[in-house]
């Protein structure tokens, strides 16, 4: 009887489940700078403050990037004699709190990292069997964020758990903090690397789910996870995003690896994670970064798309180009994608191959564009109104390029245009004879 019970609970939860967790937190893509791709373990809070600062002296805090993520190998390898995790001395010789409070003073808010294992990816402790508490050390420590790792996993025998189940440990505790304290609840970044799914249940837990294994700064890296992301564009919406991974624009020659994109990998890489509706996390030396990678890093248009507080949905591939629709090629992603927004219909299209290219689409390949009508046509990089269009559309792309289009409705094409159906299959004259025929 008691089993019956519990699977029905079970099955409710299952089934209530399904949308995002829409708690009043992570609505929109966040927006901040992670410590990883250009630290790894080889940082202090001095040295963390100075990216803080130097975020604030280039407007970036001002632009939406709000967030500062201290990611792995914060702390000591062992808990104290109480359980709790223990802030490294050496890394923040003047407290978590001191830190934390650093960056509210410069008008961030503070994210941390820990692990739904025994142990971090780095080695040190893991959440596994201390959620309530970690949260609760990691609240008193003045952070509101947690990404999620997936390290040093217990055995089966012990979790009796998939990775939903061992997820779930740690969005129970965050909701039952903050029902408790009347306060907010974390917001939660899962980091299981695309395992299992997550993009179908994720959103039931916390804010974003990694899509997949760790990026790294060059392009077979960044056209593998656009790749993937064309396979599930549309699974993300409102509180509930694909994570396509820290950024690694400015990571050209540095950076842990370090990187060596191009000016037009990098344009492509932002363009994609952005429109994608990515979280956006710099990793990169702000105070060294060049007048490139600041230009990309604040395109105000560009920026407005992934933080567009009406429309939560991403774009998503309309032709994938090169390949037949719907291949797996993580050299070669899709290349024609479109989207809707509260500024126009989005197009993206990416240049996939290693020498330039002429790339054409038709409008009407757009779901969201209307048929018959013309388009006013803006430009996201260069940010300048460039004519109007109507049916085709014709660029010319250079290596692993990317153009990013926003079209808005001009008035009616001009008559009388043949052929008289963009997409003429099907089309017909009142009397039942096809126009293609
Ligand atoms: C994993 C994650 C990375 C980073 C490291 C830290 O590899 O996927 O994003 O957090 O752990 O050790």
């Known amino acids: 009887m008691a089993t019956s019970i519990t699977s029905i609970l079970v099955g409710l939860l299952y089934a209530i489940g399904t949308t ?9 893509p966040a927006l901040g700078f992670n410590t990883w791709n ?27 990037y709000n967030t500062f993520m201290l990611d792995d190998c914060y702390s000591l390898k062992e808990r104290d004699a109480k359980g709790r995790i223990v802030e490294d001395p050496k890394k923040f010789p003047k407290g978590m709190k001191h830190f934390t409070k650093s960056l509210s003073r410069l008008g961030l808010r503070a994210g941390i990292y820990s692990d739904a294992g025994y142990r971090t990816c780095g080695g040190f402790p893991g959440s596994y069997g201390h959620e309530a508490q970690d949260l609760e050390t990691f609240a008193d420590w003045g952070f509101s964020y947690l990404k999620y790792d997936n390290c040093y996993i217990p055995f089966d025998n012990v979790t009796q758990e998939n990775v939903y189940g061992r997820y779930a440990r740690m969005a129970d505790a965050i909701a039952a903090r903050a029902k408790k304290t009347k306060s907010q609840p974390f917001q939660l970044a899962l980091c299981e690397w695309g395992w299992q799914q997550p993009w179908i249940w994720g959103g039931r837990l916390g804010q974003s789910w990694r899509i997949g294994g760790d990026i790294r700064p060059w ?5 593998s996870i656009i790749n993937q992301a064309s396979f599930i564009a549309s699974e993300t919406r409102f509180y509930a995003r694909n994570d396509l991974d820290i950024l690694e624009v400015g990571n050209t020659n540095q950076g842990t690896p370090p990187g060596n994109l191009t000016y037009d990998q990098a344009k492509s890489h932002f363009t994609a994670w952005a429109l994608l509706k990515s979280p956006l996390l710099i990793s990169s030396d702000m105070k060294t970064a060049s007048k490139e990678t600041l230009e990309i890093l604040e395109n105000h248009d560009i920026l407005k798309i992934n933080q567009d507080p009406n429309v939560g949905e991403a774009i998503a591939p309309f032709r994938w180009g090169l390949n037949p629709d719907y291949t797996w090629d993580p050299d070669h992603p899709a290349e024609y994608w479109t989207g809707n ?44 109104n460039n004519g109007t269009a109507y049916r085709n559309i014709s660029l010319t792309l250079p290596p692993h390029g990317v153009a990013a289009l926003l079209l808005n409705d001009a008035g009616p094409e001009p008559e009388g245009l043949e052929p008289y159906c963009a997409g003429y299959w099907q089309c017909s004259f009142p009397n039942g004879t096809y126009y293609s025929n």
């Open 341 to 384: 927004s509260s500024y126009g219909v989005v197009f993206m299209v990416l240049n996939t191959q290693d020498t330039p290219r002429q790339m054409s689409f038709n409008l009407t390949e757009s779901w969201a564009i209307r048929a018959g009508r013309l388009y006013e046509v803006y430009d996201l990089w260069s940010h300048t």
């Open 20 to 28: 995002a967790l829409e708690n009043g937190v992570g609505k929109l």
């Open 219 to 223: 392009w077979s890296a960044l056209s």
């Open 38 to 64: 250009m630290y790894q373990c080889d940082y202090t809070a001095d040295i963390l403050l100075e990216q803080a600062k130097a975020m604030v002296d280039h407007g970036l805090v001002k632009a939406g």
